[in-house]
């Protein structure tokens, strides 16, 4: 019996050990896309402008970010946070435009295992 108890306690304990292998760790980062729009892309005044694009993980995007910012002063003018839980994301959000303002639209993808990346286009109003 007391062997028995032994071998059920070393089981138990193996098989809640959380230590991942080192060759198990995933160190690959998301892949962000911008489809549209294009970098340098001018807009009237008013206009909805679409980010379009898609995030892809090789296992699973835990967050997305969408930052719209005045690239002149750098002021946050828009935060979209999305919590996909998959290892594909189509991206599809969008803003309206004001006359005379340099946009910076950055889109910020983390995977289950916290690698980042990001990727950026700049766009303006007239």
Request: aromatic share 8%; net charge negative; with cysteine.
């Amino acid at each position: 019996m007391k062997n028995y108890f032994v071998l059920v306690l070393t089981f138990v304990f193996v098989a809640c050990s959380k230590d991942k292998d080192s060759s198990e760790k995933d160190n690959e980062l998301p892949v962000v896309t911008i489809n549209s729009p294009d970098n340098n892309q001018v807009f009237n005044a008013g206009a909805t402008v679409i980010i379009s694009g898609s995030v892809t993980d090789n296992k699973e995007i835990v967050e997305v970010h969408v930052h719209i910012s005045n690239n002149i002063t750098g002021k946050l003018l828009t935060d979209i946070h999305r919590y996909p839980g998959t290892g594909s994301f189509p991206l599809n959000e969008s803003f309206q435009t004001q006359s005379g303002i340099n946009y910076k639209i950055q889109v910020i993808a983390k995977d289950d295992s916290a690698n980042e990346n990001r990727a950026t286009v700049e766009v303006s109003a007239n």
